[in-house]
């Protein structure tokens, strides 16, 4: 009987695709984060903080995947949405929001959509609901967190940070922090 699907080891080389997820957000925090994580899993990531900046990226690479925040300046999810459908109605795509839910949606969007993801959000739900939703894709999330003890994205972004994962402190010196 196989194991909880999210268990195992991550491996770079394991996950080596040409799958190019393009990522839409207004907070850094929020790209930067999911940058690495899919970064992590073996995806090739593109970045871009409105919609109107994602449109320019959506139509200079061939995209595999669309992740879109939906409150944003310039040009919001929606539009992006819209105008992305116009050009490609089958890449999947999956909407983020601090504010709206599934039951909030306006219109007929959550037909338009892959899945709706509520922030926060944690991992779990991304490699759940993302990650194996993609064709050919099944088990790419495995390794979120490992039974036996073998390095985690957790581990490896905290290790990167100089922070504690598990506690939020800084374990970096006193003098490494001041460089």
Do not use: W
Not at 10 to 27: A, C, F, G, R
């Amino acid at each position: 009987m196989p194991g909880h699907p999210l268990k195992g080891t991550l491996s770079s080389e394991k996950n080596m695709t040409q799958t190019t997820i393009l990522i839409v957000d207004d907070e850094e925090d929020i790209r930067k984060f999911m940058e690495d994580l899919f970064n992590y899993l073996g995806y090739r990531v593109i970045l871009a903080c409105d919609g109107i900046e994602a449109m320019r990226e959506f139509t200079a690479h061939q995209i595999d995947c669309v992740i879109s925040d939906i409150c944003m300046p310039r040009m919001d999810g929606f539009e992006f949405l819209r105008q992305v459908r116009q050009r490609d109605g089958k890449v999947p795509f999956f909407l983020i929001s601090g504010y709206y839910s599934a039951e909030k949606m306006p219109g007929n969007i959550t037909e338009e959509v892959s899945a709706i993801i509520s922030k926060p959000f944690s991992i779990h739900q991304i490699l759940d609901t993302i990650v194996k939703t993609l064709p050919g894709e099944q088990g790419r999330g495995e390794g979120a967190e490992t039974a036996d003890g073998k390095k985690t994205f957790e581990d490896e972004r905290s290790r990167r940070s100089g922070r504690d994962r598990r506690t939020g402190s800084d374990r970096r010196s006193s003098r490494d922090r001041r460089e």
